[in-house]
């Protein structure tokens, strides 16, 4: 190898090979490092495009950021398949094997202990979207005609307002319960920030978002319990996801270092 080491994930030597021709970021080929009884799996990545400089403008181009973030979820998912990796951070690079290894025996402790405790489980993501509320647009503007007052056009503002919030409270005991309910299957979960309609682009209001950690034994009695919550809450929607490697449950990650 003679470019920059991208690095997707360390493990433990793989008991099964990984898919044959199986590319990562750049379309190069990804390789297995070895060190210590650990592995660093890793691409050689070009400079021009993964030195600090010219990584810092690819991660304000948008597109470029969703076509690595696919070819590394690839590797992760291939790695997942067959082991039970430890993701790091997208775009962790080094300059070279011998940064990579010191990487590793730096954080050799935290890999070994957090490999240990992720093994044999997976990470699943719920989402609970409200999917509707109540219309304000007839609340825009003050009542007209001859039976149109001040009085009448505060009324329907507090009905609005009371009726939304009524809805927003049963949206949040939902989710709350739901949460309770998936933490009690999980060994440990994690509530993330809402996101945003513009950063999720998904359609509806964030309630719960959600990561649990849960044995690949108990993932599909996991999925059965989301699944049979669906129906239970007209104007809400759950969103199941995975499974995936345990990004939400890795702790503290090196960063690039080239």
Request: glycine share 6%.
């Amino acid at each position: 190898m003679t470019g920059l080491r991208y690095v997707y994930a360390v493990c433990r030597p793989l008991g099964a090979p990984l898919q044959a021709q199986l590319t990562g970021v750049a379309g190069a080929p990804v390789k297995q490092l070895p060190h210590q009884g650990l592995i660093a799996v890793v691409s050689e990545v070009p400079e021009r495009d993964f030195a600090e400089e010219p990584l810092r403008a690819h991660l304000e181009d948008l597109d470029w950021l969703a076509a690595t973030a696919r070819a590394h979820q690839g590797v992760i998912d291939a790695l997942t398949v067959v082991t039970t990796p430890l993701p790091l951070r997208l775009a962790t690079v080094f300059r070279d094997d011998s940064a990579v290894r010191c990487m590793m025996q730096a954080k050799e402790e935290h890999f070994r202990s957090t490999l240990q405790r992720l093994e044999g489980r997976v990470e699943w993501g719920v989402k609970v979207y409200l999917e509707t509320e109540p219309a304000e647009a007839t609340a825009a503007a003050p009542p007209t005609g001859k039976a149109a007052s001040g009085r009448d056009y505060l009324r329907r503002r507090r009905q609005q307002t009371r009726a939304h919030e009524d809805l927003w409270q049963r949206a949040e005991a939902f989710a709350t319960q739901l949460h309770e309910k998936l933490s009690a299957l999980a060994e440990d979960s994690r509530l993330h920030a809402p996101q945003t309609a513009v950063l999720s682009g998904a359609a509806g209001r964030n309630v719960l978002n959600a990561a649990y950690l849960v044995p690949r034994a108990r993932s599909e009695e996991f999925v059965e319990v989301v699944d049979r919550t669906k129906d239970d809450a007209p104007g809400l929607r759950v969103e199941l996801t995975g499974p995936w490697a345990a990004y939400s449950f890795v702790g503290e990650l090196p960063g690039e270092e080239a």
